[in-house]
Antibody, heavy 121, light 107 residues
Framework: EVQLVQSGAEVKKPGESLKISCQGS????????IGWVRQMPGQGLEWMGI????????RYSPSFQGHVTISADKSITTAYLQWSSLKVSDTAIYYC??????????????WGQGTLVTVSS | AIQMTQSPSSLSASVGDRVTITCRAS??????LGWYQQKPGKAPKVLIY???SLQSGVPSRFSGSGSGTDFTLTINSLQPEDFATYYC?????????FGGGTKVEIK
């Protein structure tokens, strides 16, 4: 069974850097796109971007481009989401999710358990 | 970016009711739409993809319809485990965009 296991909760101060991870359970990790979705406290879901671990091609939502970096290390079937300078407004749960390509689009079929990031001075 | 307008934002219903949630896209997206269920403290789960295809393992009381700009998620005979928040997601174009969510509560 496919599993995406995310790193644990983080508490950081504004201006600090952070890298959270999402490890896939199977070798086919490199043949699927992995994306990240943000959920701010009490709010809805926001799609941030995706990466194809096979060749590290990435696509970002304009809302997040330039503020986060999505990367992957296919040798350890792990995707990452990182910030170089956190803001209080980055406080949220971040989910990694496998994007499965079907005939006409995407299906977000396997989700990690979520990583809570708290940014507070 | 394509905007997804979901309605209602919340609704109260009883076990056994039929529930309908709608999503409207700001431009045509063919049938490139999915529906996701999220329970408190849990990750979302895909119910429907390609507007009307039922994800494996999802009960048949869930169904989706629509194409172009207007889409519907229907839950027939609402069950206690269906009380949750539901989101539509357009996967027609980047960036993918979610609707604002519909919270289904117990009446």
């Amino acid at each position: 069974e496919v599993q995406l296991v995310q790193s644990g909760a983080e508490v950081k101060k504004p201006g600090e850097s952070l890298k959270i991870s999402c490890q896939g359970s199977e070798n086919s990790f490199t043949t699927y796109w992995i994306g990240w979705v943000r959920q701010m406290p009490g709010q809805g879901l926001e799609w941030m971007g995706i990466i194809y671990p096979g060749d590290s091609e990435t696509r970002y939502s304009p809302s997040f481009q330039g503020h986060v970096t999505i990367s992957a290390d296919k040798s350890i079937t792990t995707a990452y989401l990182q910030w170089s300078s956190l803001k209080v407004s980055d406080t949220a749960i971040y989910y990694c999710v496998r994007h499965h390509v079907h005939s006409s689009g995407w299906r977000l079929d396997y989700w990690g358990q979520g990583t809570l990031v708290t940014v507070s001075s | 970016a394509i905007q997804m307008t979901q309605s209602p934002s919340s609704l109260s219903a009883s076990v056994g009711d039929r529930v309908t949630i709608t999503c409207r896209a700001s431009q045509g997206i063919r049938n490139d739409l999915g529906w996701y269920q999220q329970k408190p403290g849990k990750a979302p789960k895909v119910l429907i993809y390609a507007a009307s295809s039922l994800q494996s393992g999802v009960p048949s009381r869930f169904s989706g319809s629509g194409s172009g700009t207007d889409f519907t998620l229907t839950i027939n005979s609402l069950q206690p485990e269906d009380f949750a928040t539901y989101y539509c997601l357009q996967d027609h174009d980047y960036p993918l965009t979610f609707g604002g969510g519909t919270k289904v509560e117990i009446k």
